[in-house]
């Protein structure tokens, strides 16, 4: 009896996924409990470099004010506050490590 009410359980789930991949695409999932789920553009997850100079930029749009003081370390000027907050390199290549352990759920 449990073995038929698994079978139909993994039956419902398939159609479900496919359903959803059919008429939304593959599911890539933002992780966040603010926006919903997003699809990528981007196959697998961006390098470094690149994923460093996206969020350069998008904050850049944003009015945030970054200074390169040394090699490994930025100051960031939030708008609307006085103060730097001064970030490493090594900050950065941990956020990105987090950015592609949760690129797909």
Known sequence: MQNLINKQLGLISGQQHSYINRHYGKQVYNNSKKAPAQRSIFDEPLDFSQWFLRGFRSFEAKGYDFEFLTDELVAIRVP??????????ADFKREWEEYKVNYYL
């Open 80 to 89: 609307g506050r006085e103060n730097r907050v001064l970030r490493t390199k």
